[in-house]
């Protein structure tokens, strides 16, 4: 059963970068599959964030604009997300989670992380 | 970007109702409507895609009905573990967005 877990700073200062890695076992990032961030404000729902393929072919949500960078490292078989200029509005626990392609459903998740952006 | 809008919120049930939620997508996605469970504190957990495929291991009192823009999750008997929030998901494009959830409590 392929698993996944978050990594990062638990805090982040605002107008900084919040970084976040997410290393998967089980299962190869080189085989197949996108690998997604989503994430929940506390008492809120979901937001998908942006996603990568092991090629490095990316997906990003227009709501983050040019904020946000995911980025996949096979060696290590993890992949990671930058979002900079943070600001509290970020405060939110970041899930990744592995998608299939064409169906495009997130079919495994990390357990998630929660990120508070203050000062 | 393709809106979902879930209904109910929320909603009250008894262990062996039939619980029916419904989630409508802003414009025609065809079949691709995916299903979540979250229970509090933890990770969503797939159980439906492609409007009516159960995923491996999700309970035959699980059902996914729908096309278009329409769709629906019924849980045939409710059990006490089914209590959780529920999410749709379109990915219909590949900007992907989720219902703003509905959940499901005693």
């Known amino acids: 059963q392929v698993q996944l877990q978050e990594s990062g700073p638990r805090l982040v200062k605002p107008s900084e970068t919040l970084s976040l890695t997410c290393a998967v076992s089980?299962?190869?990032?080189?085989?197949?599959?996108?690998w997604g961030w989503i994430r929940q404000p506390p008492g809120k729902g979901l937001e998908w964030i942006a996603s990568?393929?092991?090629?490095?072919?990316?997906y990003y949500n227009p709501s983050f604009k040019s904020r946000v960078t995911i980025s996949v490292d096979t060696s290590k078989n993890q992949f990671s997300l930058n979002m900079n200029s943070v600001t509290a509005a970020d405060t939110a626990v970041y899930y990744c989670?592995?998608?299939?392609?064409?169906?495009?459903?997130?079919?495994?998740w990390g357990q998630g992380t929660l990120v508070s952006v203050s000062s | 970007d393709i809106q979902m809008t879930q209904s109910p919120s929320s909603l009250s049930a008894s262990v062996g109702d039939r619980v029916t939620i419904t989630c409508r997508a802003s414009?025609?996605?065809?079949?691709?409507l995916n299903w979540y469970q979250q229970k509090p504190g933890k990770a969503p957990k797939f159980l439906i895609y492609?409007?009516?495929s159960l995923h491996r291991g999700v309970p035959l009192r699980f059902s996914g009905s729908g096309s278009g823009t329409d769709f629906t999750l019924t849980i045939s008997s409710l059990q006490p573990e089914d209590f959780a929030t529920y999410y749709c998901q379109h990915s219909y494009t590949t900007r992907w967005t989720f219902g703003q959830g509905t959940k499901v409590e005693v």
């Open positions: 990568i393929y092991h090629s490095g072919t990316t």
């Open positions: 414009q025609y996605i065809s079949d691709y």
């Open positions: 989670a592995r998608q299939t392609q064409v169906l495009w459903y997130f079919d495994n």
């Open positions: 492609a409007a009516s």
């Open positions: 089980n299962y190869s990032i080189s085989n197949g599959y996108n």
